[in-house]
């Protein structure tokens, strides 16, 4: 089974929304103002969509 974290340290990162926990994988999943987390193999960024 591959771990997420083999991915990741490959250059990709998974995006989430800070509050839901669900996973954003399509432009139609953003909206203005939304937090949201960004996980890389080495830890996490916290941002907010303009």
Do not use: C, H, W
């Not at 989430?16 to 830890?43: P, Y």
Request: proline content about 2%; charged content about 25%; cysteine-free.
């Amino acid at each position: 089974m591959l771990s997420p974290l083999s991915t990741l340290s490959r250059g990709y990162s998974i995006t989430k929304d800070r509050n839901s926990g669900k996973i954003l994988n399509k432009k139609s999943d953003f909206n203005q103002r939304q937090e949201i987390n960004i996980l890389l193999s080495d830890g996490v960024i916290n941002a907010t969509v303009e």
